[in-house]
């Protein structure tokens, strides 16, 4: 599409991921002359994510969308892994109220459900131009008043931008908005989509046909790095990933091929991968500062959301529906600021308003709390759970020995490893951090 | 001591063959700035730490090649160069990794 210059709109959104098409949508919905523009060939090419979206959130874009959108599985099963080399504990959720209407969640594939997302944008009265970057933003007397395109003549006008650009987010760092995130506030994922049949998966998974399954393995799917692999299930794929904190990564000189690889090939986890055939191999970064490494989310002219605005809690797997749910709160603010004729600072931070009121920003200052405490504490990562699986095959063993001999020398060994006093405070820390 | 052989396809360079690239040939959308900082960085986290191992250091040369071909675009390097030596932008519009399932 070539952009006759210069354009104006009401609204340019930059990025169709799941914020920047849902802002999209709703600003065409609500009557606005909205311009959406994206970097990749299509809406998604560009887009990554583990792959599990939310009934809930995403019908406050569009009541119910997963009657039309391309799904991958409802989530039956949630499931979690601890793992050391030789064991594993486990422990899950499921139920069969999450297998039919309205559900929970499904499995997605981003580049099919991001391309149906932006046509429903389009639909509504949107206007998408893709193969095109925006490398800076027009300022006039100090105020964002549009952006630059990489295209000849491609500067865009608009009363807002909404800078929906994702995680490395340049541009609210041309705006001025945020410094650089530092690599203890990041996680770098790689995942893989590896092929199988459905029999196949629902045989494995214990799964009624077209029902679908979540794994989270903490433990020894990370080398010991504060992250967490995953394997979900897709309709004839797995989503297969693994992922831990750059500055983990940094420290401990380790590849994420090679994590990927080391997560893939534990004895547990390759079992159910057997007879797969990779498909496709990606890497992402996911902001995990919580509400500490936020930038500021309004500027004059300026609106930022969802994984720009380092909107995720990776603790829940969270991510997609705060991206929905913060373009809700932006076009509402854009809404009201052009029924006011008002672009400023000062209307626009009502968006900041919305969001500290939301759910979001008291589940993401929750979040710093538990990511703070658990990067001071490398004990999590590298000395509970061997104990716990020791503690587990003490017990379980059937030996002979009285059970009280075996909850002492369980006690014991816990003692030996760490002192009373700082268990009592992981324990209390741990507890506090997630609560 | 026995060498043991990577397992066929566990190979980040194996597991490009299946993502799609459309590559500008023209240029590439990461520079490292400073040459003499590579010589001088101690760990050289880049070669390292990167998903498909855009960077290498040539050890004859005393620099980093940057095979911009591969990159996936994540931007760890960004953040995670210690001495933020690496310009990082978009490739140009329609260009870089295109996905085929996200």
Same mark, same amino acid.
């Given at each position: 599409?070539?952009?006759?210059?210069?354009?104006?709109?009401?609204?340019?959104?930059?990025?169709?991921?799941?914020?920047?098409?849902? !802002?999209?949508?709703?600003?065409?919905?609500?009557?606005?002359?909205?311009?959406?523009?994206?970097?990749?060939?299509?809406?998604?090419?560009?887009?990554?994510?583990?792959?599990?979206?939310?009934?809930?959130?995403?019908?406050?874009?569009?009541?119910?969308?997963?009657?039309?959108?391309?799904?991958?599985?409802?989530?039956?099963?949630?499931?979690?892994?601890?793992?050391?080399?030789?064991?594993?504990?486990?422990?899950?959720?499921?139920?069969?109220?999450?297998?039919?209407?309205?559900?929970?969640?499904?499995?997605?594939?981003?580049?099919?459900?991001?391309?149906?997302? !932006?046509?429903? /944008?389009?639909?509504?009265?949107?206007?998408?131009?893709?193969?095109? =970057?925006? $490398?800076?933003?027009?300022?006039?007397?100090?105020?964002?008043?549009?952006?630059?395109?990489?295209?000849?003549?491609?500067?865009?006008?608009?009363?807002?931008?909404? /800078?929906?650009?994702? =995680?490395?987010?340049?541009?609210?760092?041309?705006?001025?908005?945020?410094?650089?995130?530092?690599?203890?506030?990041?996680?770098?994922?790689?995942?893989?989509?590896?092929?199988?049949?459905?029999?196949?998966?629902?045989?494995?998974?214990?799964?009624?046909?077209?029902?679908?399954?979540?794994?989270?393995?903490?433990?020894?799917?990370?080398?010991?790095?504060?992250?967490?692999?995953?394997?979900?299930?897709?309709?004839?794929?797995?989503?297969?990933?693994?992922?831990?904190?750059?500055?983990?990564?940094?420290?401990?000189?380790?590849?994420?091929? =090679?994590?990927?690889?080391?997560?893939?090939? &534990?004895?547990?986890?390759?079992?159910?991968?057997?007879?797969?055939?990779?498909?496709?191999?990606? /890497?992402?970064?996911?902001?995990?500062?919580?509400?500490?490494?936020?930038?500021?989310?309004?500027?004059?002219?300026?609106?930022?959301?969802?994984?720009?605005?380092?909107?995720?809690?990776?603790?829940?797997?969270?991510?997609?529906?705060?991206?929905?749910?913060?373009?809700?709160?932006?076009?509402?603010?854009?809404?009201? !600021? &052009?029924?006011?004729?008002?672009?400023?600072?000062?209307?626009?931070?009502?968006?900041?308003?919305?969001?500290?009121?939301?759910?979001?920003?008291?589940?993401?200052?929750?979040?710093?709390?538990?990511?703070?405490?658990?990067?001071?504490?490398?004990?999590?990562? $590298?000395?509970?759970?061997?104990?716990?699986?020791?503690?587990? &095959?003490?017990?379980?063993?059937?030996?002979?020995?009285?059970?009280?001999?075996?909850?002492?020398?369980?006690?014991?060994?816990?003692?030996?490893?760490?002192?009373?006093?700082?268990?009592?405070?992981?324990?209390?820390?741990?507890?506090?951090?997630?609560? | 001591?026995?060498?043991?052989?990577?397992?066929?396809?566990?190979?980040?360079?194996?597991?490009?063959?299946?993502?799609?690239?459309?590559?500008?040939?023209?240029?590439?959308?990461?520079?490292?700035?400073?040459?003499?900082?590579?010589?001088?960085?101690?760990?050289?986290?880049?070669?390292?730490?990167?998903?498909?191992?855009?960077?290498?250091?040539?050890?004859?040369?005393?620099?980093?090649?940057?095979?911009?071909?591969?990159?996936?675009?994540?931007?760890?390097?960004?953040?995670?160069?210690?001495?933020?030596?690496?310009?990082?932008?978009?490739?140009?519009?329609?260009?870089?990794?295109?996905?085929?399932?996200?």
């Amino acid at each position: 599409m070539i952009l006759s210059a210069p354009d104006r709109y009401d609204v340019v959104v930059v990025g169709a991921g799941l914020a920047g098409t849902a !802002a999209s949508y709703l600003l065409a919905k609500a009557g606005m002359n909205v311009l959406c523009v994206e970097r990749g060939e299509e809406p998604g090419t560009k887009n990554v994510m583990g792959g599990i979206l939310y009934r809930q959130p995403t019908e406050k874009i569009i009541p119910g969308w997963w009657k039309d959108a391309p799904t991958e599985r409802p989530i039956v099963d949630e499931r979690l892994w601890l793992l050391t080399q030789d064991s594993m504990v486990q422990a899950g959720f499921r139920s069969a109220r999450y297998g039919e209407e309205p559900y929970n969640a499904f499995s997605v594939l981003r580049v099919k459900f991001d391309k149906w997302f !932006a046509d429903q /944008a389009i639909a509504a009265g949107a206007t998408l131009v893709t193969n095109t =970057v925006v $490398e800076d933003v027009i300022r006039e007397n100090g105020r964002v008043v549009g952006v630059k395109t990489g295209r000849d003549q491609g500067d865009i006008y608009a009363n807002i931008v909404i /800078a929906a650009d994702g =995680v490395n987010s340049l541009l609210s760092k041309r705006a001025g908005l945020h410094g650089e995130l530092a690599p203890n506030q990041v996680a770098l994922v790689t995942k893989e989509v590896i092929n199988m049949s459905r029999e196949k998966i629902e045989d494995r998974f214990l799964l009624n046909p077209n029902e679908g399954a979540t794994i989270e393995i903490f433990g020894d799917s990370t080398m010991a790095m504060l992250g967490y692999g995953f394997i979900y299930t897709n309709r004839d794929s797995l989503s297969v990933g693994v992922g831990a904190l750059l500055s983990d990564f940094i420290r401990k000189k380790i590849n994420p091929n =090679v994590l990927m690889e080391h997560f893939k090939n &534990h004895p547990m986890v390759k079992k159910l991968l057997e007879g797969g055939e990779a498909k496709e191999y990606m /890497a992402h970064m996911i902001p995990e500062g919580g509400a500490a490494a936020m930038p500021p989310v309004y500027s004059d002219g300026i609106l930022v959301v969802g994984d720009a605005a380092g909107l995720s809690n990776p603790i829940y797997r969270e991510g997609s529906n705060l991206a929905l749910i913060s373009a809700k709160l932006a076009v509402q603010v854009c809404v009201e !600021a &052009h029924q006011r004729g008002d672009f400023s600072a000062h209307a626009l931070s009502r968006y900041k308003t919305l969001l500290d009121e939301s759910f979001i920003m008291d589940d993401l200052r929750a979040y710093s709390k538990t990511s703070q405490f658990f990067q001071k504490k490398p004990e999590f990562l $590298e000395k509970y759970p061997g104990l716990l699986v020791d503690a587990l &095959h003490e017990l379980l063993t059937v030996d002979s020995v009285p059970k009280r001999a075996k909850q002492r020398k369980i006690l014991r060994q816990v003692l030996a490893n760490r002192r009373p006093w700082d268990l009592a405070k992981d324990a209390i820390g741990a507890l506090r951090s997630l609560t | 001591m026995q060498v043991t052989q990577p397992a066929p396809g566990s190979r980040v360079e194996e597991k490009l063959y299946n993502v799609r690239f459309k590559t500008d040939e023209d240029q590439s959308h990461l520079i490292v700035m400073d040459a003499q900082m590579c010589a001088r960085c101690t760990d050289k986290p880049c070669t390292t730490f990167c998903p498909v191992n855009v960077y290498k250091w040539e050890t004859g040369d005393r620099k980093i090649t940057v095979s911009y071909e591969k990159c996936v675009e994540c931007g760890a390097c960004r953040i995670g160069c210690p001495y933020f030596n690496i310009e990082w932008r978009y490739p140009k519009g329609g260009f870089g990794v295109q996905y085929k399932f996200g």
